[in-house]
């Protein structure tokens, strides 16, 4: 592989990782804070409450796609007075979209704390979490969609700014609330509504400074005919099912682990928060793997394809052999950062035995992220639904027939089951498409 080649990989995964570990990295922490100062129980509240937080949360990652996809391609296309009002118009409907749902996540909160079997004495903070958090889904959609139009905008490095100092405003105004004026899980609620209030509001504020940079400044006011509505849509309905799928299976696996008590519940949570952040890297070098593929499929370069692929598997194996080693030797440690392991020793051995499992899951989630990213790049989307959204099913299905023979066992067996099949499965599929691939090359 060309060093040519490898600077790009670099030059392409470097920011993908940052801003994905200021987003996990922020979310480690304040479980950490609440787990650690308010409790057990608050932890275990606001853990099954960010589940269903992320039900509604979902659409506005479809909205984002809708401007990454239409945004750009109308930049591309030096239509800057309809890039502009393709951005103000999303904005508007990502807006409305929050209001509507704002009220059917307070009417069915409750109703959603029962499904998953919430334990009584911890219904109370996750129905206070939860609505003050989702009160605010108009504020989160706006900044979310804002950041996704500055990327659009080729201004990505302004929306990393932008997430960095949402994330540390956040924690701090999460001290303040819940350590100096003793709010509790209100104080951690009202911590993330804030600082994404405010920044939504600076997000507005560049967007407002980008439109009067153009030749000829677009109206504010949106126009939402049925025919744009609809060419939204088209781009984000899919994102959001699929999206929707992937939160709705994390919710049904909290629902299965509820009833096996508190302890468990910490477990689980804090084992979760751990497992995100150290994806992270693999899921970087995937995205960057999609976006460099997609340009040397297009050059029928193939043999470079394979060269970024077997560079980006290579450090991420080194990645793997790192972070698993140092998991396993600083587990107490990782635990201790969500709850007392010496006092809450159920949970611990659940952590425990979990984390050393997810050295096997995570050394086959490579090969999982990277395929995927590769079927991406080829535009194989109905494939790569097929993996992604396969594996989930195989995942729920195993873990519900597993529940009774292996308890809490059942969970990081499933998981890595379904893992290994997809692996195998993504597998056989990009091999057959690079031999198609290479095939109409020698032909042509």
Not at 390 to 395: D, Q, S
Request: proline residues 2%; glycine residues 6%.
């Amino acid at each position: 592989m060309t060093e040519e080649l490898k600077k790009k990989v670099w030059a392409f995964s470097l920011p993908m990782i940052s801003e994905l570990l200021v987003q996990q990295l922020y979310s480690v922490i304040d479980m950490a804070i609440i787990g650690r100062y308010l409790g057990a129980r608050e932890l275990g509240a606001v853990g099954n409450a960010a589940n269903i937080i992320m039900l509604f949360l979902v659409v506005s990652g479809g909205f984002k796609m809708a401007v990454d996809v239409m945004v750009s391609r109308l930049l591309g296309a030096g239509k800057n007075k309809e890039k502009v009002a393709m951005a103000r118009d999303t904005l508007f409907l990502s807006a409305i979209s929050g209001l509507v749902l704002v009220v059917i996540a307070w009417i069915s909160l409750p109703a959603l704390y029962k499904a998953v079997s919430l334990p009584e004495n911890m219904v109370g903070d996750a129905l206070l979490y939860g609505r003050v958090y989702l009160f605010a889904l108009p504020i989160i959609y706006i900044y979310d969609v804002g950041r996704a139009i500055l990327i659009s905008n080729e201004r990505a490095k302004i929306s990393f700014y932008l997430l960095a100092t949402s994330s540390i405003l956040n924690l701090l105004l999460n001290l303040l609330f819940i350590l100096v004026l003793q709010l509790g899980v209100l104080g951690s609620a009202l911590g993330t509504v804030l600082a994404q209030g405010i920044t939504m509001l600076v997000t507005l504020y560049l967007l407002a400074k980008i439109d009067r940079q153009e030749e000829e400044p677009v109206s504010l006011k949106p126009d939402l005919s049925w025919t744009k509505i609809k060419s939204i849509l088209h781009i984000a309905l899919p994102t959001i099912f699929q999206q929707f799928a992937i939160t709705f299976g994390a919710t049904l696996v909290q629902a299965w682990v509820n009833p096996f008590g508190q302890e468990a519940i910490l477990g689980y949570v804090a084992i979760v928060k751990v497992m995100n952040l150290a994806r992270i890297v693999l899921v970087g070098f995937a995205q960057t793997l999609t976006l460099m593929t997609a340009q040397l499929l297009a050059a029928k370069t193939y043999s470079a394809v394979k060269a970024v692929y077997r560079y980006c598997s290579n450090v991420s194996l080194i990645y793997w052999l790192v972070s698993s080693a140092l998991s396993v030797i600083f587990c107490q440690l990782l635990a201790g950062m969500f709850f007392d392991p010496g006092q809450n020793q159920a949970a611990y051995s659940f952590f425990r035995v979990y984390l050393y499992a997810f050295v096997g899951i995570q050394l086959f989630s490579i090969f999982k992220f990277l395929n995927e990213g590769l079927l991406r790049s080829m535009v194989l989307m109905k494939e790569y639904l097929y993996c992604n959204l396969g594996e989930l099913a195989l995942k729920l299905a195993a873990t519900w027939l597993l529940l009774t023979p292996l308890q809490t066992n059942a969970f990081w067996s499933a998981e890595l089951g379904a893992r290994i099949i997809c692996v195998l499965g993504s597998t056989i599929l990009v091999i057959k498409e690079m031999q198609a691939l290479e095939a109409i090359k020698k032909a042509g």
